[in-house]
């Protein structure tokens, strides 16, 4: 069964960095948008199915990132751009309540940072885990 390709850890480190960035920038930090706890839930349920979706679509959970070079970052990246895009067009054409335009930069920006900084952790703990020192080679 396709499903089972999925590479359910990376799932699910990118899910925490995800629960971590929406409760730093959207929970936690509280700025002029006025937003009920209700509609910051509905925010990011509205995000984590764009972002999600769309690594789902483009199938960076299929892809094995100790073996991946510079091609599998740039996908991701392209990706969460498109992901993005469609997230700011359901969040500024729904009747829901709004962000502004710099924390949706602000919170995919550092999602994405932290989805990559996890990939580039797992490549270097791939590459030095047969050496004998903790910096590897």
Do not use: E
């Not at 094995?64 to 091609?71: A, K, L, S, T, V």
């Not at 996908?75 to 751009?81: E, G, M, Q, S, T």
């Not at 949706?104 to 940072?113: E, H, R, S, W």
């Not at 797992?122 to 030095?128: I, K, L, Q, T």
């Amino acid at each position: 069964m396709r499903l089972f390709k999925i590479r359910w850890p990376l799932v699910a480190y990118d899910l925490a960095v995800f629960a971590a960035v929406h409760l730093l920038l959207l929970f936690l930090y509280d700025s002029s948008d006025n937003l009920s706890m209700h509609k910051r839930f509905i925010l990011a349920s509205i995000t984590l199915v764009c972002v999600f979706g769309a690594r789902l679509i483009g199938k960076i959970y299929k892809q094995i990132w100790r073996y991946g070079g510079i091609q599998g970052y740039i996908r991701l990246i392209l990706v969460d751009f498109i992901a993005f895009l469609v997230n700011m067009l359901l969040v500024f054409t729904l009747p829901i309540a709004r962000v502004t335009f710099a924390r949706m930069v602000a919170i995919a920006c550092t999602n994405i940072l932290g989805a990559l900084a996890i990939r580039m952790f797992y490549r270097y703990a791939y590459s030095c885990a047969s050496s004998p020192t903790f910096f590897g080679n």
